[in-house]
Each structure stands twice: as C-alpha cells, then as structure tokens.
C-alpha cells in the first residue's frame, strides 16, 4: 500500500508519501483555496517523478482540510489522477476517539487528528499546542479523548496585522532577539512579537494546567513550533509529526474497520 496523505491549513498544504513501512517523502505548497484537482496535478507530478513515483504507484489518499472549499478539488485529485475514492477526516473517516466538547462537530479537522497523533506516542494526559496560522492549545486526556481548548491568533497573523494597521511599521521577519528591550523599531517589534508569544504560551499552560487540576505533558508542534525550542520550560517536547502519524492512524483505522 502506497499512502498519499494530504493535511492542509490556512496557509500551507503538505503532501506526504508513505509506503507502508515509512514516510518516503514530504512536500508543501501555499495554501491556495482555489487550486485546481489539474494544476494540484501538474505540480505533483514532477514532485513524484524526482522521487521515482508516479500517481500509478499511489493506492490510498487521506485528506484532512481546514479549508472547505478546497476539499472538492483535493477530492477530485485522487479519485481522478489516482482513481481512488479518499478518505476525508470530517466526513467518511472513523476516527475512534471520543470529542468531549459541547458540539463534537466544530472540532477542528487537524485538532482532532493531531490528538490522534500525539496519544499514540506520549502516555497521560497531554496539552497540545500547534503553532500555525492560529496557535491552538488542546487537551488530550489520558484515554485519548479530545477535551476541548483554546484558539489564539498565530504569530504571523500577529506580525502581518501589526504591519497592516500601523503605517509605519514595516513587514519584519518572525526571529528570537537576543534582547527584550529592542534598540530600534524592528528589534522592538521581533521582540514585542516573540516574547510575547512566549508569555503567552507560559501564561496559558499555568492557567489550562491549574484548571485540568493533573500533570500535563505538553507537546509543541507546527509550523513555527521550533522558533520556541530553547526560550521557554513549559513546553516539555517538540515534535513537528503529529498530524503525519496522527492521518497514518486514521488510515489504518479504517482500513481495518468492519
């Protein structure tokens, strides 16, 4: 079984190739809502071929989407290219995991399978926190169900809004500064920016942790999850394949499945 698992967010999509033993390759693009099943296609293919594969090698898709309106075309990849029907988190898939919050429906798509991913590796009650275009914090209990969190804005969307809305500051790049009082206007926003987001993550992880009331194991993940490593304590590990193992599970779960 050749798996091709596709997780898309707000702002980057990534393509992973696993071959039933391992990941074999992994790509991403902008996240493009409009993007065509062809020109998904087009750019696949030359990805395939520098690694010895074709679409004809592929056998299995899973698609996990926060973007509805690109699941039509990503649907339309595999069963055209592939001529597979995919398994589509939020709609045809089992997950196995139970969603204790007050609608289970408006989980999110890479929440759930992110919980997925991480209780298969780390035992005991778990807070998540995935740094994308929104930083989410969530918790997994120790039997692997979902119990709910928190949604904050990411810290990119932080910097892009603070370029948009004041007109004399410029667009800056997201780094850790070497000082908290910045010198000069973008030291003073890197620094506002990051250390702030590190008292942001410190600050949530006190309060979800004397709110949970049991250790916590907190696990950092995303796209820009490893701009942290180093400047704080409170996330105990990093791991950037959560969502990858989390959509092999799932893929497993149902292939197994009555």
């Known amino acids: 079984m050749m798996l091709l698992a596709i997780e898309q967010g707000n702002t980057n999509t990534m393509f992973a190739v696993h071959n039933d033993v391992e990941w074999i390759a992994q790509w991403r693009t902008a996240t493009e809502a409009n993007r065509t099943a062809d020109e998904y296609a087009v750019w696949l293919t030359q990805l395939l071929h520098m690694n010895g594969l ?21 649907r339309n ?27 289970p429906t408006e989980a999110g798509a890479d929440r759930l399978v992110n ?6 590796t780390y035992p005991g009650d778990l807070l998540l926190i995935d740094s ?6 969530d918790v997994v209990a120790a039997d692997g169900a979902f119990e709910g969190g928190l949604i904050a804005p990411g810290i990119n969307l932080s910097l892009h809004a603070l370029h948009e809305a004041a007109a004399k500051l410029p667009r800056i790049a997201i780094q850790k500064p070497e000082r908290v009082i910045g010198k ?55 791991d950037p394949d959560l969502t990858i193992r989390g959509l092999l599970e799932i893929w497993r779960r149902n292939a197994t499945k009555d």
Request: charged share 15%; hydrophobic share 45%; with cysteine.
């Open 54 to 74: 074709g679409f004809e090698d592929l056998d299995g898709c899973i698609i996990s989407s926060v973007v509805p309106q690109s699941i039509f075309n990503l």
């Open 184 to 238: 000069d206007t973008v030291q003073a926003m890197q620094s506002g920016v990051f250390w702030g987001y590190i008292a942001l993550i410190e600050g949530l992880v006190d309060r979800i942790k004397a709110e949970w009331g049991a250790p916590l194991t907190v696990i950092g993940t995303g796209g820009v999850a490893s701009l942290f490593e180093g400047a704080t304590t409170s996330i105990d590990r990093f």
């Open 77 to 103: 990849l595999s069963r055209r290219y592939m001529n597979v029907e995919p398994l589509i988190v939020g709609e045809n898939a089992k997950l196995g995991i139970e969603v204790r919050i007050t609608k």
């Open 132 to 137: 994308g275009t929104a930083t989410t914090f």
């Open 115 to 120: 919980a997925i991913g991480a209780h298969l």
